[in-house]
Antibody
Framework: EVQLVESGGGLVQPGESLRLSCAASGFTFSSFSMNWVRQAPEKGLEWVSYISSSTSTKYYAGSVKGRFTISRDNAENSLYLQMNSLRDEDTAVYFC???????????WGRGTLVTVSS | DIQMTQSPSTLSASVGDRVTITCRASQTISSWLAWYQQKPGKAPKLLIYKASTLESGVPSRFGGSGSGTEFTLTISSLQPDDFATYYCQQYNSYSRTFGQGTKVGIK
């Protein structure tokens, strides 16, 4: 059974950093590209970042480019999101999701809540 | 960046109704479009990919069509379990973009 479990969320102040993790199991993690998607409270989905299976390609939404860094450890079956210079508007539930068929997202974790507030 | 616009933002329907949701892309995306269903407090669920291909395990009352810039999600006969928010997502460009969502409520 495919499972994605996010962790690392919490309450931080504006300007601080946080690192999210996503533990994958039930599939060959190294064969799949992965994404982070977020959802602010009572708002819609916002794609955040993509990383290819080999880590050679990474993409970011304009709203996080230069502040967030996506990475992965295929030996550990783990996906990461390093978030620096956090802003109030980064407050959201962050989901990791598996990328298939060229870009649709077929498996999602339950998400981890990041709250940025002073 | 490619923008995705869904309509309507909300709709009210009854069990058994045929429901149609539209998604428009700001530029052509071929058939690189997916549809998701999300219920409160849950992760989104993939329904359709490549505009019209039904994800495994998704009921056949869900259907997708379109190409280029205009796409449609149709639920042929709305069931109680279908009251949720639906999102389209493009994956034509190096980035992915979601529509703003359509909330399907009970009439």
């Amino acid at each position: 059974e495919v499972q994605l479990v996010e962790s690392g969320g919490g309450l931080v102040q504006p300007g601080e950093s946080l690192r999210l993790s996503c533990a994958a199991s039930g599939f060959t993690f190294s064969s799949f590209s992965m994404n982070w998607v977020r959802q602010a409270p009572e708002k819609g989905l916002e794609w955040v970042s993509y990383i290819s299976s080999s880590t050679s390609t990474k993409y970011y939404a304009g709203s996080v480019k230069g502040r967030f860094t996506i990475s992965r450890d295929n030996a550990e079956n783990s996906l990461y999101l390093q978030m620096n210079s956090l802003r109030d508007e980064d407050t959201a539930v962050y989901f990791c999701a598996r990328d298939v068929a060229g870009g649709s997202l077929d498996y999602w974790g339950r998400g981890t809540l990041v709250t940025v507030s002073s | 960046d490619i923008q995705m616009t869904q309509s309507p933002s909300t709709l009210s329907a009854s069990v058994g109704d045929r429901v149609t949701i539209t998604c428009r892309a700001s530029q052509t995306i071929s058939s690189w479009l997916a549809w998701y269903q999300q219920k409160p407090g849950k992760a989104p669920k993939l329904l359709i990919y490549k505009a019209s291909t039904l994800e495994s395990g998704v009921p056949s009352r869900f259907g997708g069509s379109g190409s280029g810039t205009e796409f449609t999600l149709t639920i042929s006969s709305l069931q109680p379990d279908d009251f949720a928010t639906y999102y389209c997502q493009q994956y034509n460009s190096y980035s992915r973009t979601f529509g703003q969502g359509t909330k399907v409520g009970i009439k």
